[in-house]
């Protein structure tokens, strides 16, 4: 079993929708939590992150830790068409922090 | 231009045979990574570096083989490549390890082994 799991899609929705992007965790000693945004062709980019557990909200997006329940969230408000990029989570431990493990990605399409 | 750059961008090439991917960055990161990006897998860490000399295993490090003489420059060799190296390669450096210092990665190296 991996130690990050999340739904690959694809995700298609119409432009000004929310979206949720979700990821499950099994090692508890997660304490970094990060969302990545990677366009075609092109490497990831860092959109948010957190450390430990709570909300945090920049712009139309929101990132959610739940670490009672090993689950983490990204929701973009108002969606646009150029949101559509494959959103990676990835997390690491505050020890070995350097050693970022990443979820396989969904593709997100925001459709006119 | 200041940023991080990876060569070649494509490479095509057959088992066995040594090939080697470069990576540069112009920011003087002290930390250097190496990932590799599939289907099904997401990006899972093949090497990373946290200074000139000092380097360290990841994930996935069987088969490849890494140095770094030089803060700026961080190549990847795959002495003997097989089919299942097959893969999209980044290269990614930052100034720490904490989320606030993110790693940028570069536009990756698109790698088939015939």
């Known amino acids: 079993q991996k130690e990050v799991e999340q739904d690959p899609g694809p995700l298609s929705v119409p432009e000004g929708a929310i979206v949720s992007l979700n990821c499950t965790y099994s090692?508890?000693?997660?304490?970094?939590f990060m969302w990545y945004r990677q366009y075609s062709r092109k490497g990831p980019e860092l959109l948010m992150y957190?450390?430990?557990?709570g909300n945090k909200e920049d712009g139309r997006f929101t990132a959610q830790v739940d670490k009672s329940s090993k689950y983490i969230s990204l929701f973009i408000r108002d969606s646009q068409p150029s949101d559509s990029a494959t959103y990676l989570c990835?997390?690491?431990?505050?020890?070995?922090?350097?050693?970022?493990?990443f979820g396989q990605g969904t593709r997100l399409t925001i459709n006119p | 231009d200041a940023g991080i750059t990876q060569s070649p961008r494509y490479k095509i090439t057959e088992t066995g045979r040594q090939v080697t991917l470069m990576c540069h960055q112009t920011?003087?990161?002290?930390?250097m990574f190496w990932y590799r990006q599939d289907l099904g897998h997401g990006l899972r860490l093949i090497y990373y570096?946290?200074?000139?000399?000092?380097?360290d295993k990841g994930e996935v490090p069987d088969g490849y083989v890494v140095s770094r003489s030089k803060t700026e420059n961080f190549p990847l060799t795959l002495e003997s490549a097989t089919r299942s190296q097959t893969s999209v390669y980044f290269c990614?450096?930052?100034?720490?390890?904490?989320?606030?210092?993110?790693?940028?990665f570069g536009d990756g190296t698109r790698l088939s082994i015939l």
């Open positions: 090692n508890s000693a997660f304490q970094y």
């Open positions: 990835a997390m690491s431990p505050l020890q070995g922090a350097q050693k970022l493990v």
């Open positions: 570096s946290a200074a000139a000399d000092i380097t």
């Open positions: 957190t450390y430990s557990s």
């Open positions: 990614a450096s930052s100034s720490s390890v904490t989320p606030n210092q993110p790693q940028h």
């Open positions: 920011w003087s990161h002290s930390y």
